[in-house]
């Protein structure tokens, strides 16, 4: 054999087994892409129609993908067209909806905390009714929760949900980093410290930034709170007191019904000190007298779901939140409806809205007014604004009348 001969033999031998082990890659990691996306889709499809908590709301996809590692969350949002994240759904509008597919992350329930930095790292699909009694065993606590313990972090902190308190921001405010899959599939790990003033932009987002797998919060150390209920404060209280009344606890809910000029009912919760086994309570608040009975927020409707009252101290899990975790929260089907206004300007409002009640009264189950403190996130409904949510859930089996005068369209 000539060397032309040899080197000629020797490259279609070279050739062919680096040709051969080549296609033989391509074909497996074909097959395996196959295979992973027929799981994907298999699991995806359901024919059950699904909707949101309140039940007001059909989603129009049956097409429902449910990852279980942060992997699979890439591979599905780079492989769809169009995606909507779907949380716990305790959404009453379209945010969440799509007529393409939709993706829960709740099998993504990791939960890792740092004692040393005081952080959590929290995945997506946990709510805040398993972190916190989590976080109170090993000595920590986040400083509030929404009324409800049944929503998840992720999707509380990325709509700005907040609970109550003129001290308190929203649950978003201790935030301090974020892990999220962008539409082509590329995971990104953003933080309070790296990104600046661009992560105040960040953390209240709507979904519209990408997939969040991941979030850590900053943590304090856990403590204790006391509450009490109020019956029949007039609003003429708040006239000249409005402040005072909303910082007489460390969370303040009025709820009212807009009739008779009052607030039915003040949830007043007290933080206590450090080692103290009490806190107290006078029995008149602002002419309000201290109820002699459990009482839930919606008049008629039994106690028993509602966390402890008559100042018995518990943990802070078991007393911010108005409802017990395992119950069904609040009157269970509901559409809620929710402004907010500078706080300066709280009781104007509350007048303003008081002028509908008539109107609006039958079609509410109650309304709860509270407040929050300034934030300096873009999209937060408090951004560089201390302000006073109104809260109004009402059946969703009712049609309110459409407003036809100019002052109700004003309010």
């Not at 790292?121 to 090993?138: C, F, M």
């Not at 809205?353 to 300034?374: G, K």
């Amino acid at each position: 054999m000539n060397k032309r001969q040899f080197l000629k033999g020797s490259c279609s031998l070279l050739t062919g087994t680096m040709l051969s082990r080549f296609v033989s890659a391509a074909e497996q990691q074909t097959a395996h892409q196959t295979a992973d996306q027929s799981a994907l889709q298999a699991a995806a499809h359901q024919t059950a129609p699904r909707t949101n908590w309140a039940g007001n709301l059909t989603f129009h996809t049956d097409t429902l993908y449910q990852p279980k590692t942060t992997d699979e969350v890439q591979h599905i949002v780079k492989s769809c067209d169009k995606l909507r994240a779907l949380g716990r759904g305790h959404s009453f509008n379209a945010i969440a909806d799509s007529t393409h597919a939709q993706i829960s992350l709740k099998q993504l329930d990791s939960i890792d905390i740092d004692a040393k930095a005081r952080t959590a790292t929290v995945g997506a699909g946990v709510t805040y009714g398993k972190l916190a009694p989590i976080l109170d065993a090993q000595g920590f606590a986040v400083p509030n929760l929404a009324s409800l313990p049944h929503v998840s972090v992720i999707g509380a902190c990325a709509t700005a949900t907040h609970g109550s308190g003129s001290n308190n921001g929203n649950l978003a405010t201790i935030v301090s980093g974020l892990e999220l899959v962008t539409a082509d599939g590329t995971l990104h790990t953003l933080s309070r410290a790296k990104g600046g003033d661009r992560f105040l932009g960040q953390v209240v987002n709507l979904g519209g930034l990408g997939v969040v797998t991941k979030t850590t919060l900053n943590l304090q150390p856990t403590f204790q709170v006391a509450q009490v209920v109020y019956e029949n404060l007039s609003f003429s209280q708040l006239e000249h007191h409005l402040e005072e009344i909303y910082l007489s606890g460390y969370s303040v809910s009025l709820f009212t019904n807009w009739q008779n000029h009052q607030a039915a009912e003040v949830w007043v919760k007290r933080r206590l000190e450090p080692g103290a086994t009490s806190v107290q309570f006078a029995p008149e608040f602002f002419g309000a007298k201290q109820a002699t009975q459990k009482l839930h927020p919606v008049a008629g409707h039994s106690a028993e779901s509602c966390t402890e009252q008559f100042g018995v101290p518990g943990p802070w899990y078991e007393r911010l939140p108005h409802f017990k975790l395992n119950f069904t929260p609040s009157s269970g089907a509901e559409i809620q409806t929710e402004y907010f206004v500078p706080r300066e300007h709280a009781y104007e409002a509350i007048l303003a809205v008081e002028q509908l009640r008539d109107r609006i009264t039958p079609h509410l189950y109650i309304t709860e007014l509270r407040t929050i403190a300034a934030d300096d996130l873009w999209l937060s409904m408090a951004y560089q604004r201390p302000s006073s949510p109104s809260t109004s859930p009402g059946s969703p089996r009712t049609t309110p009348s459409k407003p036809s005068s100019p002052s109700s369209k004003k309010s």
